[in-house]
């Protein structure tokens, strides 16, 4: 017997939905839990103090600064390079056995686990180049953990602008990187911030690497090679340890917090900026 | 035609053959192209004319695994091996696309665009360059009130004439046209041949179309193109009316194609 398409596409569309209100509602519903338990701990005072007795009391001024310093150290490294990377392999490069090489490394990189990056920068930076637990090797492990990411994105939102595009401004007489620059860069830009987005998103949420490489100092750094401890890893020392529950939750809702500002400014510059070009 | 051999040639085509790795797409084409004048190049689809026109400015130079062999001259200097800088070349000869394809920035920008790639900075400059090339492509009038205005909200005729525009803004002296009006239509399509008889005034152009009847109407010669082969070449007048080949008869009568 066969049923009827108007019943498949109902019984379809309830399974869809259900998916999705699902999906949504244990996102809400984690949400929701932290930012409970969370925002009552959160204050200007909570922010802005040093953490007293090992973060049992006080606040989370240096875990701030050192959350702020990581990422944009990894950011500057390695968005450069992933953008870089992505422009030659498809401006500059024709498809070959080694481009789809370098593009099989970058998708393999992209699924190792964080935890193997933290192995890497602890045994590269920390040890071998002698950097110590410090934020210049837990910005530099965490740049190469988002590196691929950046690659990627920037890679599909440079080969999504209109080859119409290349082709013009090659016929104005263009050399190949005026055309990079004038042209394919301002185009895949929204693209591109987007991937830069989600390697600062990645690297603010960040344990594994952190720990292995920035260590958990709770002083104030006073220089790039002064250990240091992200909301991320603080989270996880006082939690695991058993030291303070409520400041646990005060950290992770900043974090959500941070992490929620973090993509709005990134959205909200993207659409400055489309708007502004049309 | 004898009487126009006097009249240097503007581009000189030799013996020249195209291959897309094994295929060849092209088979030793030979012909010449008069200053400031129209030149049509029709034949059905897949038959290389665009192929052809790609070769005048080296945009298949963009596509791996494309051979060229023979010589294209332009003013006497064979642009495939005369140390011809690229950019340089392409100043020279420009291309109108099939699509109109304006980038996605103001009517201006798009105007100077190849100035500015050319390294022109000043202010005065770019704007006296930009208001006669948007006078020549007959848009000023429309146009001069919001230079400052995205591009792409253009009708799709005026996006058409603004990238002539932005083509005539580097001064170049041939402009070759990739099937100019195929997006556009009846009337939008008469403004651009309208166009076209003003520029050969001061352009070579070369133009490669679908529509016979636009290659009766704008050019004045003719070349038929089929399956990478030139069948004939000749006066427009001479194609439409007596052609020597069998095969050019069938095709503009519309037997095939």
């Known amino acids: ?278 | 035609m004898e009487d126009n051999t006097k009249i240097n040639d503007k581009i000189e085509i030799k013996n020249l053959d195209l291959f897309y790795g094994q295929f060849q797409a092209l088979n030793a084409i030979s012909m010449t192209i008069k200053p400031k004048l129209i030149t049509a190049l029709i034949g059905p689809s897949g038959c290389g004319k665009s192929t052809l026109l790609r070769c005048l400015n080296r945009m298949n130079d963009l596509i791996r695994g494309v051979r060229i062999t023979g010589q294209v001259m332009l003013d006497g200097k064979d642009i495939y091996n005369s140390g011809m800088e690229i950019t340089e070349l392409r100043k020279k000869v420009g291309m109108v696309f099939q699509r109109p394809n304006p980038f996605p920035l103001s009517i201006y920008d798009n105007v100077v665009y190849g100035l500015r790639v050319a390294g022109i900075k000043g202010k005065n400059q770019l704007d006296e360059i930009a208001e006669m090339s948007l006078k020549s492509a007959w848009l000023w009038d429309q146009l001069k009130d919001k230079l400052h205005h995205p591009a792409l909200p253009l009708p799709l005729d005026q996006q058409q004439r603004l990238c002539i525009a932005r083509l005539l803004a580097v001064k170049p002296e041939v402009i070759l046209m990739d099937e100019p009006c195929s997006a556009l239509d009846p009337i939008s399509t008469s403004k651009i041949e309208d166009l076209m008889h003003e520029l050969k005034k001061d352009y070579t152009i070369i133009i490669v179309t679908h529509n016979m009847q636009q290659a009766s109407r704008v050019s004045d010669y003719t070349a038929f193109y089929y399956i990478g082969n030139l069948i004939e070449f000749a006066d427009t007048k001479k194609i439409f009316t007596a052609p020597d080949k069998k095969q050019t008869e069938d095709y503009i009568s519309g037997r095939f194609g």
């Open chain 1, 1 to 278: 017997m066969r049923i009827s398409p108007k019943y498949t596409q109902i019984v379809a569309i309830t399974i869809l939905g259900a998916a999705t209100v699902f999906t949504v509602a244990i996102l809400i519903f984690i949400i929701i839990f932290v930012l409970e338990k969370g925002l009552p701990i959160l204050s200007f005072n909570f922010l802005f103090t040093n953490p007293t007795d090992m973060g049992r009391s006080g606040g989370i001024l240096p875990i701030l600064i050192g959350t702020v310093l990581l990422p944009v150290l990894a950011i500057i490294v390695a968005a450069p390079l992933g953008i870089g990377t992505s422009v030659y392999l498809v401006e500059f490069t024709h498809e070959s056995r080694i481009t789809r090489l370098i593009r099989f490394g970058t998708d393999c990189l992209a699924g190792v686990p964080s935890i193997i990056f933290g192995l890497f920068g602890f045994i590269f930076f920390v040890t071998i180049l002698g950097m110590g637990w410090s934020i210049m090797s837990g910005g530099l492990s965490l740049a190469f953990m988002i590196l691929p990411t950046i690659i990627r994105t920037s890679e599909e939102a440079i080969r999504s602008v209109p080859k119409a595009y290349r082709e013009v401004s090659f016929s104005l007489g263009a050399s190949r990187w005026q055309t990079v620059r004038k042209v394919v860069l301002p185009n895949a830009l929204p693209g591109v911030v987007t991937g830069v987005v989600l390697g600062v998103g990645r690297s603010i949420e960040e344990t594994a690497v952190v720990i292995f490489t920035a260590g958990s100092s709770l002083l104030i750094p006073t220089s790039l090679f002064d250990s240091t401890r992200t909301m991320a890893v603080h989270f996880y020392i006082l939690a695991r340890e058993g030291l303070s529950m409520d400041n646990a939750y005060g950290t992770a809702a900043s974090l959500i917090i941070a992490v929620l500002i973090v993509n709005l400014s990134a959205y909200w510059m993207m659409h400055r900026f489309i708007a502004r070009r049309n």
